[in-house]
């Protein structure tokens, strides 16, 4: 998805370099030359980390929502200190995840393994994630919210809630868990057809 912003926002790059951690691609296909390159304009992406803190710190530019020192603690002030406007994504918003995003990449792209094997699943195919996850999340709401409260409400549902509905953290990384381990077969499936068919659309999956 990070590719796929960075293209949008800075269009397409010849190569892909990290130059100030001395990687280099010298052979990358259009659809991995993202033009990042051009977004943060070839400097080491902690500027961006830093230029991300001291705007935020500021308070007065590149995201919509100051952040507020909250009563319930310094936790909560940091909270609020990372709420970022995301739709659509904030100057602010781009920085804190595209900056630290570029910082780690070079090691994860060295990273050998399970867990490295499993991650880059969905690297591969993170738009056909993306919309297979939403209807997923959808149906299985909507199946548990029927059982439990006797009617089901949807994404797009803004009426008042169930009395006896209570939000749960714990819950939510739940289904989360859940729902990347049910995804990941399908999502294994569909990186292996666009490893054998080369068609242009299916990049943009």
Not at 17 to 36: K, S, V, W
Not at 155 to 173: F, I, N
Request: charged share 15%; net charge positive.
């Amino acid at each position: 998805m990070v590719r796929r912003l960075a293209r949008s926002l800075g269009g397409r790059h010849p190569g892909c370099r990290y130059d100030e951690f001395q990687l280099t691609r010298t052979h990358c296909d259009e659809h991995f030359a993202i033009g990042i390159a051009q977004f943060s304009t070839n400097r080491n992406p902690t500027y961006d980390v830093a230029m991300f803190f001291l705007l935020r710190a500021l308070n007065i530019y590149g995201d919509p929502d100051p952040w507020t020192a909250a009563e319930r603690g310094p936790l909560y002030s940091f909270l609020s200190f990372l709420n970022l406007n995301k739709y659509p994504p904030s100057l602010l918003y781009l920085l804190m995840t595209i900056g630290p995003a570029l910082l780690v990449l070079p090691l994860l792209e060295r990273a050998h393994g399970v867990a490295a094997h499993v991650v880059g699943v969905f690297g591969r195919v993170p738009l056909f994630f993306y919309l297979l996850h939403i209807p997923v999340i959808h149906t299985l709401f909507s199946a548990w919210a029927k059982t439990k409260f006797g009617f089901a409400w949807g994404l797009l549902y803004t009426g008042p809630l169930p009395p006896a509905y209570t939000p749960s953290l714990l819950r939510v990384y739940a289904v989360w868990i859940g729902v990347l381990l049910a995804l990941y077969w399908p999502c294994r499936w569909f990186a292996m057809v666009k490893q054998r068919n080369k068609a242009n659309w299916l990049s943009y999956l």
